[in-house]
């Protein structure tokens, strides 16, 4: 079974500021990890993914992620926000032959002027 | 020319009333999602479907019914509406099936009934 806890549920934040959304994650095979944004009355938005390689992975609007297999975690992060980062982030696992995505409860970034 | 497009945006209903929701995708994919968004922003998988063939059916009641006529259209049916069915619906796509893939989500829609 794969589930994905993420351990803050509200992160406010001063523009400019440095910001980490943590995410970790629990699986007994090999997975696949994803963050996703989700804007105010919108849609999921793919903001980065691990399948394999670079622990490394950066994505788009300036955000990055490290995988970490022994901490079992993902977590995101941003050196510099703006007030447009403000959204609900989600972080999102699948592993094995699971064909669905397991998504955790969400953080909600809100940047502060 | 919106990837994952989804009708109505919102729903406002009586409950024991029955309602569908649409869904359309232009990304040439062959796999399409139904999702359910609570109140406390908590998401969860309720269908999937690969070219036109459910291959997920989780735990939902069976008052909710999907429906693929074709790979770029899935839709939900949702019979005898109860409170608790009040929730914002994401319909989903991917390319195929392999794990890893990236699912791209349309807008939602917000079902609230009365």
């Known amino acids: 079974a794969q589930s994905v806890t993420q351990l803050d549920s509200q992160v406010p934040v001063f523009e400019e500021a440095p910001v980490e959304l943590r995410c970790n994650y629990s699986s007994s095979v090999s997975v696949y990890l994803f963050w996703y944004v989700q804007y105010p009355n919108q849609g999921l938005q793919l903001l980065l993914k691990y399948l394999s390689g670079s622990t490394l992975v950066k994505g788009i609007n300036g955000f990055e992620a490290e995988f970490n297999k022994s901490q079992t975690s993902f977590h995101l992060r941003k050196p510099s926000v703006h007030i447009s980062d403000t959204a609900e982030y989600f972080c999102a696992v699948s592993s094995g032959s699971a064909r669905q995505l397991t998504f955790g409860s969400g953080t909600q970034l809100t940047v502060l002027p | 020319d919106t990837a994952v497009s989804q009708t109505p945006k919102y729903l406002v209903t009586q409950m024991g009333n029955d309602k569908s929701i649409k869904c359309e995708q232009n990304?040439?994919?062959?796999?399409m999602y139904w999702y359910k968004q609570d109140s406390k922003k908590f998401l969860k998988i309720m269908f999937s479907y690969n070219n036109k063939e459910l291959i997920i059916n989780e735990t939902v009641p069976n008052r909710f019914s999907p429906k693929s006529p074709d790979k770029a259209h899935l839709n939900l049916h949702i019979n005898s509406l109860e409170l608790g069915d009040s929730a914002v619906y994401f319909c989903?796509?991917?390319?195929?099936?392999?794990?890893?893939?990236?699912?791209?989500f349309g807008p939602g829609t917000r079902l609230l009934v009365l």
């Open positions: 990304l040439g994919h062959d796999t």
């Open positions: 989903a796509s991917s390319q195929g099936v392999r794990v890893g893939e990236t699912q791209y």
